[in-house]
């Protein structure tokens, strides 16, 4: 490229430039076009003008060229379904992250941060999405909170969502995890949904199926990330619903639904990541990885890149993208190699994506969404649990937030319940910590290998109180301690001391710092918790996720141990 500026294009010079009449803006000569129709490959120049391709399977000029000659075009990436607040950065940051990995259109639900800040974080993200490079679109949180069975920082109800219904980066309602309500015909959750009939709802559905599923359904709803086995994606997709294959940092659901995507269902899946990490990010990248692995299980190239882009967009409501043909939005990804999606330069809206540009930009101002944190302090003494012969268990898996409802004997001292090693028990507690009264909900977690120590967040998905996981109560306590301190972060404590940590100033969720930094110090925060005996890959989100009541079968809040089978807490005392 040049550099050489373009005048604005109107739809008469497009149409000009498409006949050849006049020189494009810009045009990448020799590429080869990736079709997600028939999967064919031809090597043609692709002209852009205002943003806009114009000109496909033929050849032009242009005020700027690229000479693309060995390379594959296929169009940009749209991730249907994310929380930007859990790559731990700033939107803009996620932005720098994310987009050079070919993801030009990112779906996000900033369900976290409202559940902070409630309409002020919505706010936030709204304003982001103006200087984000990539389109940046927001489903308006529908569940702020997700149950009323855990203390949220805020509540959302239609009157709050409504007045942002009409602004041009938000396409509908977010993930209506709250199912049950639902089903019940909940008043308030009915309001919510009627306000968006006929507009997009995302749907939140874990293992539902049959006539619970029909209902469901039946209000409107058309997509599901919760799928986690074959059968589940298939009934889904029988019921018209499309289906979201799901890769997170915790939820990993890519390896199960492989054998769903195909030539018959292409049109009706999508790609997304939900929750992933700038660690995860650089170590195995985004939905470019999730292309690889796909292909990998032997998915048609075809099938894969339809359901990244032609499919998202279709199904999300975005027209205007997901083909490489004239009169489409100029998001074009340039591959190295088409099977292993080795990204090597990224059009978006016409402009091919340069660090300059995020250098360019200026920052959306977040000084309202810190000193969130408003914990109490704490002791070992609040971390007792009384006895009884069959304890309730957290049973966790890897790559899994489906949790087991477990039992353990337990050791006991003076009644009371004890972490037990060999049994791989340790505790769980959930504080309260947006001030509104001091709750602390104890319980057992198996599944984290822990030795020695704790390990602490105030990520916790999905009112976000502050969840520790230990086998000494005094480093639980000096952990919870910690993060108040810090205003929000993960930490690492063993012994009295404090092995790692990362500060998540923004509502207790987002840090202040580049995406290189936060990888960094999620580097360190897995050593330290790996060096406790940790055996999960992700320990932080995987702690995130323990206190997430619409997710089965049991979870904790800061009320008590909650069975999400019978959506109720259980008997367990403090």
């Not at 020189?23 to 120049?45: C, E, I, Q, R, W």
């Not at 700027?64 to 994310?82: K, N, Q």
């Not at 939820?251 to 492989?258: E, M, N, P, T």
């Not at 360019?360 to 969130?372: E, N």
């Amino acid at each position: 490229m040049t550099g050489i500026p373009s005048p604005k294009a109107n739809l008469e010079t497009r149409i000009a430039a498409g006949a050849g009449e006049i020189p494009a803006d810009l045009v990448l000569k020799n590429v080869g076009l990736f079709s997600v129709m028939d999967g064919s490959v031809t090597v043609t120049d692709i002209a852009i003008a205002d943003g806009i391709i114009v000109g496909t399977h033929d050849s032009y000029s242009g005020r700027e060229e690229m000479d693309c000659s060995g390379l594959v075009a296929v169009p940009g990436f749209i991730d249907t379904h994310l929380h930007v607040e859990s790559s731990l950065v700033t939107p803009l940051e996620f932005d720098r992250c994310v987009l050079p990995h070919g993801v030009t259109t990112a779906i996000c639900d900033p369900h976290e941060i409202a559940n902070v800040k409630g309409a002020a974080g919505i706010r936030y993200f709204l304003d982001a999405a103006q200087q984000t490079l990539m389109d940046l679109r927001v489903n308006l949180s529908s569940c702020v909170p997700a149950t009323a069975f855990e203390t949220a920082g805020a509540c959302l109800e239609i009157e709050d969502l409504a007045p942002f219904m009409g602004e041009g980066k938000v396409i509908g309602l977010a993930e209506f995890m709250n199912f049950p309500g639902v089903l019940a015909r909940d008043p308030k959750a009915l309001a919510k949904l009627e306000a968006f009939q006929g507009q997009h709802i995302d749907g939140h559905a874990p293992l539902l199926g049959g006539k619970g599923l029909n209902g469901y359904l039946s209000a409107g709803i058309r997509t599901d990330h919760e799928a986690t086995s074959a059968a589940e994606a298939l009934e889904k997709l029988s019921k018209g619903m499309s289906i979201l294959i799901r890769e997170g940092s915790v939820s990993k659901d890519l390896d199960a639904l492989a054998q769903v995507l195909g030539p018959d269902t292409a049109s009706f899946m999508c790609l997304c990541t939900d929750d992933r990490n700038p660690l995860d990010i650089a170590e195995e990248g985004h939905l470019d990885c999730m292309i690889r692995r796909l292909i990998a299980h032997g998915c048609a190239p075809r099938d894969v890149y339809r359901a990244a882009s032609w499919s998202a967009a279709m199904t999300f409501g975005l027209r205007d993208r997901g083909l490489l043909a004239p009169g489409w939005r100029a998001d074009i990804v340039l591959l190295n190699e088409l099977e292993q999606c080795d990204v090597n330069a990224v059009i978006c809206g016409g402009t091919r994506v340069t660090q300059a540009q995020f250098a360019a930009r200026s920052d959306v101002p977040h000084t309202h969404l810190t000193g969130s944190v408003h914990a109490p302090e704490v002791s070992s003494s609040d971390f007792t649990v009384t006895w009884q012969e069959d304890m309730p268990v957290i049973g966790v898996d890897a790559g899994l937030i489906l949790t087991r409802h477990a039992h353990a004997h337990l050791p006991e001292r003076d009644g009371k319940a004890l972490c037990d090693v060999r049994q791989d028990v340790a505790k769980v507690a959930v504080v309260e910590r947006h001030g509104k009264n001091g709750n602390v909900g104890c319980g057992f977690v198996s599944g984290f290998g822990l030795q020695k120590g704790a390990i602490a967040s105030s990520v916790g998905h999905d009112s976000h109180n502050i969840c520790v996981v230990g086998v000494d109560e005094a480093d639980m306590a000096m952990a919870v301690n910690h993060l108040r301190g810090l205003q929000g972060g993960f930490v690492v404590v063993q012994g009295g001391q404090v092995k790692a940590d990362l500060a998540l100033p923004i509502a207790g969720l987002v840090s202040d710092r580049s995406f290189e930094e936060v990888k960094e110090a999620l580097e360190e925060l897995r050593h330290a918790a790996f060096a406790l005996g940790c055996t999960l890959p992700e320990p932080f989100l995987q702690v995130a996720f323990l206190p997430l009541p619409v997710i089965p079968h049991l979870k904790i809040t800061d009320l008590g141990m909650f069975d999400v089978d019978q959506f109720a807490l259980i008997g367990s005392e403090n």
